[in-house]
């Protein structure tokens, strides 16, 4: 630790840095906010399926909001759940900038359709990763490796959100003229699953296990279901990724049902653990309990899309699972451990008030119900094709 002088000249330590990003959080919550807007415009428009300006909104919500989110929460979560030290901290903290403006390039282009100004931004993006994973992983390596059923599992959610991104730059530059045409026939499709199920999902899945302890009091009873949930899980990703580059409809149809499996068994636990809350705070617990129910409801419309049963539910499939499922567990954890990240920002590190302490009920639950007829007023627009 670099020592400072005060007027005295006595040497005083530097701060140390906070630890979460409490500025990564607010821009986060920034780009929920306007994902929102944009949805609404593309309403009004009729471009609720696939196009340009759509995908502006499905990358403002994975990577604005909840990527964004998520690494800077990982920043305390790695160590807090590991007992390590961040191998080059300073450097994964100062990249999440980067990230953060190279997703509002990303966002602008994809909404005004300029593949040129989307190459350069997703490079950013990629970049800024890439500097953040190699950090993690070095991080993830280091001292006792693999041994950990917890690090492997950090390691297989951040391989996963790797090869996200590769493949997420390989459409870009496709987009753009310098890369080959297959990049946008295949690979869309498994850049989204392995998006939204095996970076997003599979990370939230494992990083409750822990956190759902101070938001409900209590954690799981069953914790065998939980493994199975995030075992089958991860089988049903890996199948339906083999799936997608092989071109074969049983396989997608065995890994949307062992997806969905793994879907209801970990619910299932979860369900079981707001049942026996005893911490008094209500909203955050209402926002898990809502996420479980439509992650349940994502895994029906996605197996729907993937047998090719209903292969008009995608665009649904997509909304539920992003904002329904991943939207409201990030819900859920920020009207707890965000707040506190807050007001230890604000109030000073010594700052112990609990949430429910910080929050007025009367805007959490109007938040609350807020979202949910926004949620639900909007999967059923996509499902009946009503943009109104």
């Not at 390989?170 to 850049?191: E, K, R, S």
């Not at 809350?277 to 993937?306: D, I, K, N, S």
């Not at 959490?364 to 007829?373: A, E, G, P, R, V």
């Amino acid at each position: 630790m670099i020592p400072i002088r005060n007027r005295s000249s006595h040497p005083v330590p530097a701060a140390p840095p906070l630890w979460i990003p409490p500025w990564a959080l607010v821009a986060a919550q920034l780009a929920h906010g306007v994902s929102w807007l944009l949805l609404a415009a593309l309403a009004d428009w009729d471009l609720l399926g696939f196009s340009l300006p759509g995908l502006a909104w499905v990358h403002l919500v994975a990577l604005g909001w909840l990527t964004l989110a998520s690494l800077a929460v990982l920043i305390h979560v790695i160590p807090g759940f590991l007992d390590v030290t961040w191998r080059g901290e300073r450097l994964a903290r100062a990249l999440l900038l980067p990230y953060g403006l190279g997703v509002i390039g990303m966002v602008v282009a994809f909404w005004f359709g300029n593949t040129a100004w989307l190459s350069g931004a997703a490079t950013v993006v990629v970049l800024a990763l890439a500097g953040y994973l190699g950090c993690a992983f070095l991080t993830l390596l280091s001292g006792a490796g693999l041994r950990s059923v917890v690090r492997r599992g950090f390691v297989l959610v951040l391989a996963m959100l790797t090869l996200t991104a590769a493949a997420g730059l390989g459409m870009a530059y496709a987009l753009d003229g310098h890369a080959a045409a297959w990049w946008l026939i295949g690979v869309p499709a498994l850049h989204a699953h392995l998006g939204a199920l095996g970076w997003l999902s599979l990370l939230v899945v494992g990083v409750s296990a822990r956190t759902v302890r101070p938001i409900t009091g209590g954690g799981s009873t069953t914790p065998k279901l939980h493994v199975a949930g995030s075992s089958l899980l991860t089988a049903g990703l890996l199948v339906l990724a083999t799936a997608l580059l092989l071109d074969s409809a049983p396989l997608l149809i065995l890994g949307g049902v062992l997806g969905t499996a793994g879907v209801l068994a970990y619910t299932t636990d979860l369900v079981g653990i707001l049942r026996r809350a005893t911490v008094p705070h209500r909203p955050p617990q209402a926002f898990l309990a809502a996420g479980a129910l439509y992650f349940v409801a994502a895994a029906g419309l996605g197996l729907g899309v993937v047998t090719g049963v209903r292969p008009e539910w995608q665009a649904a499939y997509a909304f539920v699972a992003l904002m329904g499922w991943l939207g409201q567990m990030v819900n859920g954890h920020f009207h707890h451990i965000g707040v506190r990240v807050l007001a230890t920002w604000v109030l000073g590190d010594d700052d112990a008030t609990p949430p429910a302490q910080l929050l007025t009920p009367y805007l959490s639950w109007t938040t609350f119900w807020l979202f949910q007829t926004a949620v639900a007023g909007t999967t059923a627009g996509l499902l009946l094709s009503q943009a109104g």
